[in-house]
């Protein structure tokens, strides 16, 4: 069982930065690739961005390119996602999900198993 924590969200205003955190149980963590993913409200879940775990290789949404950086501490058992130059249309919840099986980084959220309960990021104008 893999159980994912997220932290770090909240409001900021456009143009500012957060970090976001996600803990991460599992013996195994350092094989599992995750994901960053993100819900507005009425629209559906969408792909952040990615890390696989035998490289570290890294993939984004275009939405996000530039601004946006996934980085992973094995050691820690953490995921990050690191957002600058915020933009209202950011505003999402977001979670972080685990993907145990593939090698590689999937944007659509039927291939992730474990998912944590999301964190909050409100971007104003």
């Known amino acids: 069982q893999v159980q994912l924590v997220e932290s770090g969200g909240g409001l900021v205003q456009a143009g500012g930065s957060l970090r976001l955190s996600c803990a991460a149980s599992?013996?195994?963590?350092?094989?599992?690739?995750m994901g960053w993913f993100r819900q507005a409200p009425g629209k559906e879940r969408e792909f952040v961005a990615g890390?696989?775990?035998?490289?570290?290789?890294?993939y984004y949404a275009d939405s996000v390119k530039g601004r946006f950086t996934i980085s992973r501490d094995n050691a820690k058992n953490t995921v990050y996602l690191q957002m600058n130059s915020l933009k209202p249309e950011d505003t999402a919840v977001y979670y972080c999900?685990?993907?145990?099986?593939?090698?590689?980084?999937?944007?659509?959220?039927?291939?992730?198993?474990?998912w944590g309960q999301g964190t909050q990021v409100t971007v104003s104008s």
């Open positions: 999900a685990a993907d145990p099986y593939s090698g590689t980084v999937y944007d659509t959220p039927d291939e992730y198993d474990y």
């Open positions: 599992g013996r195994t963590f350092s094989s599992y690739t």
């Open positions: 890390i696989t775990w035998s490289f570290g290789s890294t």
